[in-house]
């Protein structure tokens, strides 16, 4: 089994000053941390994976496609493969679970 803390993962993520952190990496899937700060910029591209993104926390709104929906704890958003989308109007620090199938390249 493995398990793991967001505080934990949090403070991984912030010490090595990057938005995103993967944290379990297997053949089917891989999961990171997303974090964006109240006012920046998503510099997301389309992805080669199909993604499914949790919000741990904050507020945002996110588009994918043609379509937008706002965001805050407890959201669940999924994205398929070779779709563009991006986080925008983030009106809190967002903290997002990522999970990719297959793993990121």
Same mark, same amino acid.
């Given at each position: 089994?493995?398990?793991?803390?967001?505080?934990?993962?949090?403070?991984? %993520? &912030?010490?090595?000053?990057?938005?995103?952190?993967?944290?379990?990496?297997? @053949?089917?899937?891989? *999961?990171?941390?997303? +974090?964006?700060?109240?006012?920046?910029?998503?510099?997301?591209?389309?992805?080669?994976?199909?993604?499914?993104?949790?919000?741990?926390?904050? %507020? &945002?709104?996110?588009?994918?496609?043609?379509?937008?929906?706002?965001?805050? @704890?407890?959201?669940? *958003?999924?994205?398929? +493969?070779?779709?563009?989308?991006?986080?925008?109007?983030?009106?809190?620090?967002?903290?997002?679970?990522?999970?990719?199938?297959?793993?990121?390249?």
């Amino acid at each position: 089994m493995k398990a793991f803390r967001l505080d934990e993962l949090e403070a991984e %993520r &912030a010490a090595n000053e990057g938005a995103y952190l993967q944290f379990l990496r297997e @053949r089917n899937m891989s *999961v990171g941390l997303y +974090a964006l700060n109240a006012g920046e910029h998503d510099p997301q591209k389309p992805h080669n994976q199909d993604e499914v993104y949790f919000v741990v926390s904050g %507020r &945002a709104q996110i588009t994918v496609g043609m379509e937008t929906t706002h965001v805050a @704890r407890g959201s669940v *958003v999924y994205v398929p +493969a070779g779709v563009a989308h991006k986080f925008h109007h983030i009106s809190e620090d967002l903290r997002v679970l990522v999970v990719f199938s297959p793993p990121e390249s």
